[in-house]
C-alpha cells in the first residue's frame, strides 16, 4: 500500500500509466494514486487470460495466482490460491469471465479484494472497494457496475 501498489506489481518493461515520476523501491513500482495502481493490476489481470489461453490454460484463480505469484519466485502458491478462494467465495478451478463484462468484472473485482489481502496482509473489510472501482474505469473506460464485491 505503501507505493500505492496493492498488488505489489513488479518493476518490468512497462512503463505503467499513472507511475509516480520518482521510483524508490527497487523492486515494486510506485504509482501516483491507489486507483492508478489498481488500474496496472486490472490491465495485468486481463491480459493474463490471453497469455493462459496461448498456453492452453483456464483463466481461473488456481491458473492466475500461479502466474502472479510462482512458486519458483519462492511463493507458496498452493496456500495463495487457497487464502484467495477463500476470502473472494471464487471457485479455484471454474472459468472466470472477461473483465469488460459485468459478471466477469465483479469476479475479478473479488479476485482483486483477495489479492490485495494476501499481498498486504489486511483483512477484506479494510480494503477499499472505490480505488478498485476507479481503478477498472481507468483501465477500460467504463464504470464498474454497482456491483457487491
Same mark, same amino acid.
Given at each position: 500500500?505503501?507505493?500505492?501498489?496493492?498488488?505489489?506489481?513488479?518493476?518490468?518493461?512497462?512503463?505503467?500509466?499513472?507511475?509516480?515520476?520518482?521510483?524508490?523501491?527497487?523492486?515494486?513500482?510506485?504509482?501516483? $494514486?491507489?486507483? +492508478? @495502481?489498481?488500474?496496472?493490476?486490472?490491465? &495485468? !489481470?486481463?491480459?493474463?487470460?490471453?497469455?493462459? =489461453?496461448? %498456453?492452453?490454460?483456464?483463466?481461473?484463480?488456481?491458473?492466475?495466482?500461479?502466474?502472479?505469484?510462482?512458486?519458483?519466485?519462492?511463493?507458496?502458491?498452493?496456500?495463495?490460491?487457497?487464502?484467495? $478462494?477463500?476470502? +473472494? @467465495?471464487?471457485?479455484?478451478?471454474?472459468? &472466470? !469471465?472477461?473483465?469488460?463484462?459485468?459478471?466477469? =468484472?465483479? %469476479?475479478?473485482?473479488?479476485?482483486?479484494?483477495?489479492?490485495?489481502?494476501?499481498?498486504?496482509?489486511?483483512?477484506?473489510?479494510?480494503?477499499?472497494?472505490?480505488?478498485?472501482?476507479?481503478?477498472?474505469?481507468?483501465?477500460? @473506460?467504463?464504470?464498474?457496475?454497482?456491483?457487491?464485491?
Amino acid at each position: 500500500m505503501r507505493n500505492n501498489n496493492p498488488l505489489n506489481i513488479r518493476h518490468g518493461k512497462s512503463r505503467w500509466q499513472g507511475m509516480a515520476e520518482v521510483q524508490p523501491d527497487r523492486e515494486f513500482v510506485t504509482f501516483r $494514486t491507489l486507483a +492508478s @495502481g489498481y488500474r496496472a493490476a486490472w490491465v &495485468l !489481470l486481463n491480459n493474463y487470460r490471453f497469455h493462459l =489461453a496461448k %498456453q492452453g490454460l483456464c483463466y481461473n484463480v488456481t491458473n492466475i495466482v500461479r502466474r502472479w505469484a510462482p512458486p519458483e519466485d519462492r511463493n507458496d502458491t498452493a496456500r495463495y490460491v487457497d487464502s484467495v $478462494t477463500r476470502i +473472494s @467465495g471464487l471457485d479455484p478451478h471454474v472459468e &472466470l !469471465l472477461p473483465a469488460t463484462t459485468s459478471e466477469g =468484472a465483479a %469476479q475479478i473485482a473479488r479476485l482483486m479484494v483477495a489479492m490485495t489481502c494476501v499481498e498486504c496482509g489486511l483483512r477484506p473489510d479494510y480494503v477499499a472497494r472505490e480505488p478498485i472501482a476507479h481503478g477498472y474505469h481507468l483501465a477500460f @473506460g467504463r464504470r464498474l457496475a454497482a456491483v457487491n464485491f
